[in-house]
């Protein structure tokens, strides 16, 4: 899921008599995470993206996009820039101004001096149209020339110009417009749909904050179903032509999202469903299904496991995101064991069955332990350990601390950091704080040790009646 390239693009700016300005690194990278050290930027806070793009299935290669960014200077800036992959871009222009100049270095950065500099703690916009190729790493070509984005650590920079990081969150919006015939699926609400020209236009908005790997869209000759929650939130699930179609799958979205809602509060956004695809043409390494917020996306079927999985993460990763990458487990530990959870739910005994099993699998596995849940290290930001060790890990924990403390806790954490950020170590403290324990040497030997558990740790409460 993870390429590197690197390139330099001056001629654009060249071509088109736009003075182009050496920026040093520090205006160039943001430094905000020690595993992706050139993503994002920390003198401006996004808060909202306006990603307006056509696309023709008739030429895969080629997507126009036009998107403005509107943030908050942190500082005084006299210069910034944005992330993006790729393309040729056309302009620039920050308050509606023409920027200065505009350049790119790296493999993704869009540098920008302003007409004139941007004052500290000043709301401002920055326009970019721009036309190309979008980049493979999270733009993926269907079979029938149709379109979806789907990656993580990254996406976003294969087919709009962001701050992105996962701790810039900001609300989203996306105009879409394509052939007659093809429709567009987004995060969030559906918008106005209009034709003009032989062409479609689709709307969608996501009014809560969402970290740029977040975002999505798929082109498609969709089938699109509907429902709501009780609550008439809307469940809008869209197929590709060439994937299965599942009613009763379908419809058990809603028992699962009002299963979790009893286990992690109450469903945190405002529309929900998902966006099946096909195989794409350029398929990445790794599983197509993703936590796309709001609306995941899955490849070729939807069943109850991987719905579980996706839609947990609608609590744990979408709505309380990662501080930075070494925080994974924050999303991926807690998605794995709501589908121990569910399988729970359907009578099984987590004890004797998922635990004894997976110990019995990997006690003497030394490569098993050797990852640490917490900042596992760059290249391994999403590793197997944050799914099987990390779910061991939190069924300990909830045996160590009871079930009310450990519900308690989880339901604490999805309310306190909605809509936000948050890493791990956070989480420890709070799983003390609720339950009244030292878990110090609990979270060392799981979350951050590299070896088999002390007994302990491995047996507490009830998992002290199994073998050892």
Partial sequence: MRTRRTATALAIATALGVAVTALPASAATGGIDPYFPD?????????????????????????????????????????????????TVA???????????????????????????????????????????PDAEGWHTLADGGANVTGEPHSATSWYPSNDHPSDKATFALTATVPDGW????????????????????RWNED?????????????????????????????????????????????????????????????????????????????????????????????AIFDSSVVHENAHQWFGD????????DGCIAECFAQYANQLWEEHK??????????????????????????LYDPGAGKELAAALYFKGSLMLHALRRTVGDDAFFTTLRRWTTDHAYGNASFPQFEVLAAQVSGQDLKGFFDAWAHGTTLPAKQYLYPGTLATLPQ
């Fill in 183 to 202: 429709t567009a699926i987004g995060n969030g609400r559906p918008g106005p749909t209009t034709t003009a020209n032989g062409t479609t236009t689709f």
């Fill in 319 to 326: 709505s309380v995101s990662f501080t930075d990458w070494r």
């Fill in 39 to 87: 993503d994002g930027n920390s003198g401006y806070d996004v808060g909202h993206y306006d990603v307006r793009i056509a696309y023709d299935p008739a030429r895969t290669d080629h997507l126009d996009g036009d998107t403005t960014v509107t943030a908050r200077a942190t500082r005084t800036l006299d210069r910034l820039s944005l992330d993006l992959k790729g393309f």
């Fill in 347 to 372: 009578g099984g005994n987590l004890d004797t069955g998922f635990y004894a099993a997976m110990l019995a699998d990997n006690k003497d596995n030394p490569s098993f332990w050797s990852t640490r």
């Fill in 208 to 300: 809560r904050p969402m970290a740029t790997y977040l975002s999505t869209v798929a082109i498609d000759r969709f089938t699109v179903h509907r429902a709501q929650l009780p609550d008439g939130t809307p469940i809008i699930t869209a197929y590709s032509p060439d994937v299965t179609i599942d009613p009763a799958a379908e419809a058990e979205q809603q028992d699962i999202l009002a299963f979790l809602a009893s286990k992690f509060g109450p469903y945190p956004f405002s529309s929900a469903g998902a966006i099946v695809v096909g195989m794409p043409t350029n398929p990445r390494p790794g599983p197509l299904d993703l936590e796309t917020q709001s609306r995941p996306t899955y490849s070729g």
């Fill in 91 to 133: 302009s620039v222009s920050v308050n509606g101004a023409p920027a200065r100049s505009f350049s790119r270095s790296g493999e993704h950065k869009l540098n920008i001096v302003p007409a004139r500099p941007l004052a500290g703690g000043a709301t401002f916009t920055v326009r970019v149209k721009y036309a190309g190729t």
